[in-house]
T-cell receptor
Framework: QQQVKQSPQSLIVQKGGISIINCAYE??????FPWYQQFPGKGPALLIA?????SEKKEGRFTISFNKSAKQFSLHIMDSQPGDSATYFC????????????FGSGTKLNVKP | NAGVTQTPKFQVLKTGQSMTLQCAQD?????MYWYRQDPGMGLRLIYY???????DKGEVPNGYNVSRLNKREFSLRLESAAPSQTSVYFC??????????????FGSGTQLSVL
């Protein structure tokens, strides 16, 4: 049973456009929701994260929107650039001294010049 | 600052062979993890170690064993490799305070093929 469901599996966006990736979770105990970015041949790296006490978090061109009642969260990449082409993973965990993370299946983003 | 170091980067095994994937971190993190990444499946947790001296099963532990040798090192062993274990393996660590709390730091991965 997949704890975190992610869509779409792949996404093609023109340079300057908005990329949107969606995730949904079932376990209401989750209270920490990070997004990871992975370039080919590399390990994932933390991009941005949100806790459910806020509905939105923005860092530069990257924004997480969080809907606690719907148990959904999404990543928006504004003004998408070819350098943003990567695989993006959402994740969820119960915050604490030790975090056991559950990952979505990943979205491969291709930003065309 | 090396972060999380994994070895080897690539490995080809025959069915039934054994091997150990090595992982070390230099960030003084308590928690360490082993994930496997398969197309369309995301990252699935194999085993984890919340602190030195403890290990526990994740989502897909069958066919694997781990050892938390000390605070720095966490190894993953395949006793009798099977083609279903063909995957990319990632080691990760996380801290429990400050800027490292809740943040996974990944190694660069091991691409394993079992023929």
């Amino acid at each position: 049973q997949q704890q975190v469901k992610q869509s779409p599996q792949s996404l093609i966006v023109q340079k300057g456009g908005i990329s949107i990736i969606n995730c949904a979770y079932e376990n209401t105990a989750f209270d920490y929701f990070p997004w990871y970015q992975q370039f080919p041949g590399k390990g994932p790296a933390l991009l941005i994260a949100i806790r459910p006490d806020v509905s939105e978090k923005k860092e530069g061109r990257f924004t997480i929107s969080f809907n606690k009642s719907a148990k959904q969260f999404s990543l928006h990449i504004m003004d998408s650039q070819p350098g943003d082409s990567a695989t993006y993973f959402c994740a969820a965990s119960k915050d604490g001294n030790f975090n056991k993370f559950y990952f979505g299946s990943g979205t491969k983003l291709n930003v065309k010049p | 600052n090396a972060g999380v170091t994994q070895t080897p980067k690539f490995q080809v095994l025959k069915t039934g062979q054994s091997m150990t994937l090595q992982c070390a971190q230099d960030m003084n993190h308590n928690s360490m993890y082993w994930y496997r990444q398969d197309p369309g499946m995301g990252l699935r947790l194999i085993y984890y170690s919340a602190s030195e001296g403890t290990t526990d099963k994740g989502e897909v532990p069958n066919g694997y064993n781990v050892s938390r040798l000390n605070k720095r090192e966490f190894s993953l062993r395949l006793e009798s490799a099977a083609p279903s274990q063909t995957s990319v393996y990632f080691c990760a660590s996380s801290g429990d305070r400050g800027g490292s709390r809740g943040k996974l730091f990944f190694g660069s991965g091991t691409q394993l093929s079992v023929l």
